[in-house]
């Protein structure tokens, strides 16, 4: 795994400044395309369109075996673009963090009965028990102790499975960092990632994590996604009796 994580963490006073405009506050529904724009997945390499959004929450539903009236918990949902997603496909019950308050008050405004809260993920309460806890495009941002310490946690608050998703691989960094440099312009790029890294990781690393546990590491499933080709994801089961 490589990381050159910064221990004065910019990326969380760049979240913290995002949230609903007063205009979209005072709407009653918020729009798909809202939230992945408040998650940041609307421009550059990371750009993600509402119909791709859709087809990738039906594939890891698929893959998940989610059903109506499950529960799924996100870790670092943000605005919650990826629960809400899910939700349209099913009825399920869902809850999620973001240290980035303004982007859980829009999370709560979209999913009124979700349960949201405005932490770190570090603190991330091992109950309630959820069926599913996932964590997608999250984990970059933690230093490699910290992603050890929320998936430990995770896989305790999980009745089922835990799902870390759009994960950087660490095998495509360069090309990766090369790509993301190219798709913006030079100006664009240094106002974008200016003293910003992400941590890099390897199926691998999370394997020995829970070493004694199936899991199921694949590709990023996000269909048109210019970042799909650097970023894995991966599951971890436990075992189910009777
Ligand atoms: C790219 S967005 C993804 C949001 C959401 N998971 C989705 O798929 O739409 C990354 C999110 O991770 C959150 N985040 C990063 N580090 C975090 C931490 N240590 N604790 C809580 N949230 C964190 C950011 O605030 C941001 O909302």
Redesign the pocket.
């Known amino acids: 795994m490589s990381s050159s994580f910064a221990s004065d ?1 910019r ?2 006073q760049i ?2 400044k ?1 949230g609903l405009t007063p205009d979209q506050a005072a709407q009653k529904a918020l729009t798909l395309d809202t ?2 724009a ?4 609307d421009s550059g390499a ?1 750009k993600i369109s509402p119909v791709d959004w859709q087809e990738y929450a039906r594939r890891i539903s698929d893959k998940l075996q989610l059903h109506a009236g499950d529960s799924v918990f ?10 809400y997603a899910l939700t349209q496909h099913q009825p399920l019950a869902v809850g ?5 308050a303004g ?1 859980i008050a829009a999370a709560q405004q979209a999913m009124p009965a979700g349960d949201f809260h405005a ?4 603190d991330l309460a091992v109950e309630p028990h959820y069926d599913v806890v ?5 984990f970059h ?2 230093s490699p102790e ?1 992603a050890a310490k ?1 998936l430990q946690l995770m896989w305790q608050k999980a009745s089922r499975a835990i799902a870390v ?2 994960v950087p691989h660490a095998d495509t960094q360069a090309a990766c960092e090369r790509m993301r440099r190219d798709a913006l312009s030079e100006a664009e790029y240094e106002e974008k990632y200016r003293g910003l890294h992400h941590t890099y990781y390897t199926p691998a690393w999370f394997a020995a994590q829970l070493s004694a546990v199936n899991h199921d590491a694949f590709e990023s499933c996000v269909p048109n996604y210019a970042q799909s080709q650097y970023r894995f994801s991966i599951l971890f089961h436990k075992p189910q009796h009777g």
Do not use: P, T
């Open positions: 963490n990326w969380q979240w913290e995002r939230l992945i408040l998650d940041g997945f990371g996100e870790v670092g949902c943000g605005a919650g673009a990826f629960l999620g963090l973001d240290y980035a982007l932490q770190s993920a570090d996932i964590a997608n495009s999250v941002y933690f910290q929320v998703l759009d």
